[in-house]
């Protein structure tokens, strides 16, 4: 399979680490322009806004694609140099959300902090929507962590039962044996 990085993908991936790269500007690099009008809006959260396109920045800029290329691709590198360019990728907001899930009936629990984060196999008792879900005690079947450009996300998802560790291997080996 080829690998290749294109202009779009390096510049939809500037577009989700806005914070950081704001860290970039006034350094006295050659891609300024291109990363304050990268940054003017948030393309990438904002659903309503579409991405710009790459002639649509060459066109603004007045810059020849070879320019651009260059540019993004200079960008790009030293975004992905954290220590030599010293970009501090802090994120310091958690939001965790709990799935619960009981024959159909869904219901969902956002916190901003916990100060015991569970683990995989843990059972947990929440009470808060027993009558929707028709249960309280959950084990947790899966985390997902999701960073966003300020924010990590954990999404933990809860079933009803108890964790069999036994069980749970063996469907893990069969889905690497996969």
Do not use: C
Not at 21 to 37: F, N, P, T, V
Not at 69 to 78: A, E, G, Q, T, V
Not at 91 to 110: C, D, P, Q, R, T
Not at 130 to 142: L, P
């Amino acid at each position: 399979m080829d690998n290749q990085i294109t202009s779009k993908g390096m510049m939809i991936d500037i577009l989700s680490q806005r914070n950081f790269a704001r860290q970039l500007i006034g350094k006295g690099k050659d891609y300024d322009e291109i990363l304050k009008l990268l940054l003017e809006k948030d393309y990438y959260y904002d659903e309503d806004l579409p991405y710009p396109s790459v002639k649509e920045i060459i066109e603004t800029l007045k810059i020849s694609y070879s320019v651009f290329k260059r540019k993004i691709s200079l960008l790009y590198d030293d975004l992905s140099e954290v220590f030599s360019n010293n970009i501090d990728y802090t994120i310091e907001n958690v939001e965790y959300i709990f799935s619960l899930e009981f024959l159909g009936n869904w219901a969902y629990v956002k916190l901003r902090n916990l100060p015991s984060p569970p683990r995989v196999g843990d059972e947990i008792t929440i009470p808060y929507f027993k009558e929707k879900v028709q249960a309280q005690s959950f084990y947790v079947r899966s985390i997902h962590h999701e960073f966003t450009d300020d924010l990590q996300i954990v999404n933990i998802e809860l079933v009803v039962g108890h964790y069999n560790l036994y069980w749970n291997m063996l469907r893990d080996e069969k889905y690497v044996k996969l």
